[in-house]
Structures are given as C-alpha cells and as structure tokens.
C-alpha cells in the first residue's frame, strides 16, 4: 500500500519559515524514477501546484506565486521530499499536499500551514 506522509506544517508568522517533508513508503517502483510535487488547497480554492521536481535530472518548477521563497528538494536515498518555504505570507495558507507520480498517482493526506499574525 503505497503512503505518502506530509509533516511539518503548523502557525507561523508572516515572514517566517517552515520546511514540509514527504516520506514515502509502498511505492511499486524505486522513490527517485517518481515525479514528485507539493500541491496546496486553501478554503474556497481550487488545489493548485505549488512546486514539482523532476525524477530524472532534479529539474524543478514553482508557481510564479512562490518562485523566490519556496525550494523544493529531494532526499532518493531517504525516500523523501521536501518543501522549504521562506518569506511566508499570510495568502500561502493553505493545505499542503504531497503527490507523486510514475504509472500511477499519488496523494499523501495534507498538512495544514496557517499563516497569520
């Protein structure tokens, strides 16, 4: 059963920081052939993409939205992904969610991020 774990979420104050993890587990081919991406979902909004990472070659996109302030990473070895977000204002909060795709696509169950003072 393939899991996506998000972590890392939480309250924080406009201009700081928090840094989302993704563990995967169950996944039927190895972590690092799979396209990995952070999606957010705020109230009333459609899910949009927040960043992606390629499998081959790393190669990374981000919303114009975020582009400065958010890097995506990734751990193959560690089976994981990561969303560092800097320079947080109160319009990133949002649900957070970690996908991944091959074959197949996957969700993992989101992490709230609250931006506010």
């Known amino acids: 059963q393939v899991q996506l774990v998000e972590s890392g979420g939480g309250l924080v104050q406009p201009g700081g920081s928090l840094r989302l993890s993704c563990a995967a587990s169950?996944?039927?081919?190895?972590?690092?052939?799979?396209?990995m991406s952070w999606y957010r979902q705020a109230p009333g909004k459609e899910r949009e993409l927040v960043a992606a990472i390629r499998s081959a070659g790393g190669s990374t996109k981000y919303a114009d939205s975020v582009k400065g302030r958010f890097t995506i990473s990734r751990d193959n070895a560690k089976k994981t992904v990561f969303l560092q977000m800097n320079s947080l204002k109160p319009e990133d909060t949002a649900v957070y969610y970690c996908h991944a795709r091959r074959l197949n696509s996957y969700w993992g169950q989101g992490t709230q991020v609250t931006v506010s003072s």
């Open positions: 169950g996944l039927s081919f190895s972590f690092s052939i799979y396209d």
